[in-house]
């Protein structure tokens, strides 16, 4: 199967306080904006936000899993973070095929991802890199 | 406390086979080079690696807990993943300030990430802002 541009695909994630818990364990990142109420409530935002680590772990899941497919990875991210995520907030993802290169399985993928209401949280451009025994890419 | 150009700040991670568990329960990123061994061999990583997101991950705590510190989110990340991080590797981020916008808690970030054998897998630059109240930013 072909990857070919203008191929897209979608893929959703609910986001928890169990989340923003578990990434903060991962990884380290106990910022406040996450953990201190009054602290969320002092800013712009008003209340507690998601890592925006949860919000690009959406976008590893849509290329590994969905499009590209297993065997995906990224060769690069490129994106800008336009609005935050609220605990509780189902975020989607979207990403269309902007090229494939013409020899390698590499393509370009435009992404956005937005709040249930509507709102752009994050949009930009990441390129990828598909190994072979993976899912289609043009290699195949 | 004034964030100043040139200003570096770094942290580390050690990727457990734990980890890279934990981030596909998270996000659904269960890329067989993640799990499968016969897979992963059978690239040129030949061996089981970690997400993305993980690396990626420790930026995201650099921001929020180091420098700029607390209330530090993204705007924008800008950055290639160079080589593969492998389970069990210790991860070491570095960060350099290029440049602190002159009326707004607003700064630009160069990035480096490189495994204990000294490896680059990640570089590039972001830029971040960071919500008063928070660590030390050039409002304060």
């Keep these: 199967m072909t990857l070919l541009q203008g191929q897209t695909a979608t893929r959703s994630l609910t986001i928890t306080a169990l989340s923003v818990r578990t990434f903060a364990e991962l990884t380290g ?5 996450h953990f201190d109420e009054a602290f969320a409530a002092s800013t712009k935002f008003g ?3 998601a890592q925006g680590g949860l919000t ?18 990224f060769l690069s ?20 095929v902007r090229s494939v290169h013409p020899t390698k399985p590499v393509c370009q993928l435009q992404i956005e991802v937005r ?3 509507g709102e752009v949280v994050l949009e930009g451009e990441a390129w990828c890199y598909t190994f072979r025994g993976g899912a289609p890419t043009t290699q195949r």
Tied chains: 1, 2.
Aim: glycine share 10%; aromatic share 8%.
């Design 56 to 73: 690009t772990g959406l976008l590893h899941a849509l290329v590994a899993m969905d499009m590209p497919g297993p065997g995906t990875v």
């Design 29 to 33: 990142d106990y910022n406040p904006l």
């Design 115 to 117: 709040r249930g209401d």
């Design 47 to 49: 209340r507690l936000v």
């Design 77 to 96: 991210q490129n994106w800008k973070f336009t609005a935050p995520v609220y605990i509780g907030d189902t975020i989607s993802a979207r990403a269309e």
